[in-house]
């Protein structure tokens, strides 16, 4: 079993800033690439940004430059900083994690419930 759970969001004003936390637990070996997705309403889940165990980053085009992503190996946890905040990013965002559990050879994939970011006025 693994539990990813999302902390941070909330409700800021455009050109704020917020920061996302996303912890895994359980019992897990190591974890390959970390994620975070959004979802707004009626629109499907697309990719903010992502990062591989050793640090390489990649992100949307739509929030290249504002968002930055990092992860604390040790801690089994992916941040996202979201600065200059615009009321298109709101949505729920969700943290992605490709686990590889003790005692196994393969990763699977894994998502958290999300949390809510609403950028407006």
Do not use: H
């Not at 996303?22 to 889940?45: D, E, F, H, L, V």
């Not at 992502?50 to 941040?79: C, L, M, Q």
């Amino acid at each position: 079993q693994v539990q990813l759970v999302e902390s941070g969001g909330g409700l800021v004003q455009p050109g704020g800033s917020l920061r996302l936390s996303c912890a895994a637990s359980g019992s897990i070996y190591s974890i390959n690439t970390m994620g975070w997705y959004r979802q707004a309403p009626g629109k499907q889940r697309e990719l903010g940004a992502r990062i591989t165990r050793g640090g390489n980053t990649n992100y949307a085009d739509s929030v290249k430059g504002r968002f930055t992503i990092s992860r604390d190996n040790a801690k089994n946890t992916v941040y996202l900083q979201m600065n200059s905040l615009k009321p298109e990013d709101t949505a729920v965002y969700y943290c992605f994690a490709e686990v590889i559990l003790a005692g196994f050879g393969y990763a699977n994939g894994y998502w958290g419930q999300g949390t809510q970011v609403t950028v407006s006025s």
